[in-house]
C-alpha cells in the first residue's frame, strides 16, 4: 500500500505557475505509475496527466499541453505537475493517484484504473 500526500497549491494570478508535489511512502514507489487529476467546483474529476514507472513516458489531457509538465523522481518518492500559464479554468483541488504498473512504460488516464489517491491540494487562478 502507498500514502500520497500533495502540496504546492495555492492563489496565482491568470499567467503564473505553480509546482505542485506528490510524496509517496513505501519503497516501492518506482513501481506505480502516477496520475494527477483535478476537480473543479460542480464538476466531475477530470484527468490532466500520467507518466510511468519510469518517468519515461507522459500524457496530458488536451487542455493543459503545452502548459503542464509531469515528472518524478524516484530517488525522493516524489512526482510534480509543473503548471505555467495558468488559467481561471485550472481552478480545481488536484489529486494524485498511484497504480502498480506491471510494464515500466504504462501510463493510465482513466481514474478508475487507480488504486490509491492523495487527499488533495487546492489551486486557485484569479483572473
Known amino acids: 500500500q502507498v500514502q500520497l500526500v500533495e502540496s504546492g497549491g495555492g492563489l496565482v494570478q491568470a499567467g503564473g505557475s505553480l509546482r505542485l508535489s506528490c510524496a509517496a511512502s513505501?519503497?516501492?514507489?518506482?513501481?506505480?505509475?502516477m496520475g494527477w487529476f483535478r476537480q473543479a467546483p460542480g464538476k466531475e474529476r477530470e484527468f490532466v496527466a500520467t507518466?510511468?514507472?519510469?518517468?519515461?513516458?507522459?500524457y496530458y489531457t488536451n487542455s493543459v499541453k503545452g502548459r503542464f509538465t509531469i515528472s518524478r523522481d524516484n530517488a525522493k518518492n516524489t512526482v510534480y505537475l509543473q503548471m505555467n500559464s495558468l488559467k481561471p479554468e485550472d481552478t480545481a483541488v488536484y489529486y494524485c493517484?498511484?497504480?502498480?504498473?506491471?510494464?515500466?512504460?504504462?501510463?493510465?488516464?482513466?481514474?478508475?484504473?487507480?488504486?490509491?489517491w492523495g487527499q488533495g491540494t487546492r489551486v486557485t487562478v484569479s483572473s
Open positions: 513505501g519503497r516501492t514507489f518506482s513501481s506505480y505509475a
Open positions: 507518466t510511468s514507472r519510469s518517468g519515461t513516458n507522459t
Open positions: 493517484a498511484a497504480v502498480p504498473a506491471i510494464y515500466s512504460d504504462s501510463y493510465y488516464y482513466s481514474g478508475d484504473a487507480y488504486l490509491y
